[in-house]
């Protein structure tokens, strides 16, 4: 079989899928999509409808025999599909400590899409570490370093939520949102609507609403129980109108926020929100805890940022506001104010 050069899109999260679907033109190389369980079964049948690619677990147990198991199948299944990719393929998402980023890393070019904040706090600068368990799985016998440092990330495409590191700085392209959708075709802006199922009627009544509540994955993370979660944003919404606002939820929360919060629009987990503000949905206030999503709404949005301190067991796991990296003067947000109870 005669090797294609592909763009590679590793698609954990519905953020790292639009900017990869903004970045990448559509006319230039073959894309091929390797999609996580973590995305909606809706998300990745449209996109394998449209594109090649590939469906994968990535769970893996913490012990026991599965464990292994379950590396040796998902690196039997990646290698398979990689025997079509020429050596000038280039890999494009968000390759974090992974045992298939660690196989796409040692074979191909690799750039990072931005996915939170990781890559201008750089937590973790490990150099390579040789792991014969994992190659003889069918794995790469490298764990690679992270966030940008290692020598074979080639670029890292960065929106400048706040400053970049000196480690990375050579490699970060600086992509601004708007402008790349605005270079889109009609036609290419309607495939990226239909992928994450965004209809006009839809974007009327999102007009409507007043303020955002970005909500965060408290339970799913083992951070708070789910009753603590749904009590903590119980209060924090007795301070607004509740069908004045609109609740996003975090991508990987399982929370049915419509039987709690009734009066309020629930939206789609699989929306991303910055493509709603690239579609003119505009609010006059986004109300969270320390969801940095708050921030890709401009300057002239009010922002109530009730940070860690709102609950001990957060403050006890991240500490104060002083750890969320966040240059508010840089991003020129004009914050509303900072609230604790």
Known sequence: MKKKEYSVLYIKTIYTLFIGLLILNRNKTKKYFILNSSLSQEIKDKILKKYEGISIDETIPLKGVKKYWNKFIMAKKINKVI????RNSTVYGY???TFIGDILKSKFKYCILEDGLANYELKSRNRKKINFKNFLLGGNIFEYQSYGVDSETEKIYLTGLTEIPKEIENK??????????????????????????????EIDVLKD???????????????????????????????????EVLIKPHPREKTDYKKVFQKATILKRETPFELLVLLGVQFEKAITI????????????????YGT???????KRFGGLENIKIERKKLEVGFSKFLNF
């Open 209 to 243: 609403g007043k303020n955002i509540l970005f909500t965060q994955p408290l339970s799913e993370d083992y951070i708070l129980s789910e009753n603590e979660k749904i009590e903590l944003y119980r209060k924090i919404m007795k301070n607004y109108s509740e069908k």
């Open 83 to 86: 025997k079509i990719f020429s």
């Open 95 to 97: 390759l974090y400590k």
């Open 172 to 201: 970060v392209i600086l992509i601004n949102l708007k402008e790349l959708w605005n270079l889109k075709s009609e036609d290419e802006k309607n495939e990226i609507l239909e992928i994450f199922s965004i209809y006009p009627s």
């Open 290 to 305: 320390f969801s940095t999503a708050a921030f890709s709404l401009g300057k002239n949005i009010e922002i109530d940022f």
């Open 309 to 315: 301190e709102i609950h001990s067991k957060l403050y």
